[in-house]
């Protein structure tokens, strides 16, 4: 392999994407590329493999969390030469992946109960809206308190 180091412009022609999607990679911690004296990023084949493997693992339709956890997992050589993963790393990797599955279903729960509490303010503020506007509107306000009376009586049947 060559020691030659590649500038952001040169490395993204190599691999055929734009400079952004370099820089976007290294922002996600994907990719750590050395820095010159002027603090230009310097690529070096490593970093390319690397930014190769998670092109073809994008290509392939993972997620940036699939793809995090699968570069945390090291290639194994095949008896035919090619990399893949182990028995072990495929686990590892099934176990993190289910690890955030679980934590985003938690967080899909939160958020859940968080808008079910969010709806119920949202309809009280609403009444109290309808009840400002009809005594701007010139209502009396003995005849709109005895209908929101009823009205959060018949409520409180239905529960």
Known sequence: MSSELLTVRDAAERLGVTPRTLKYYEERGLVMPSRSEGRYRLYDENDLE???RILRLRSLGFSLHGVIEMLKRPLE????GQ???SPESLADIRQG??????AIDTRIESVRRELKEAQAVRAELRLDLDYVEARLAGQPADALLE???KASAKA???K
């Open 83 to 85: 990399n893949r993963y």
């Open 50 to 52: 690397r930014f190769g």
């Open 147 to 149: 209908q929101r009376s």
């Open 77 to 80: 050589k095949t008896a035919a």
């Open 156 to 158: 409180g049947s239905k």
């Open 97 to 102: 992946l289910q690890q955030q599955l679980d």
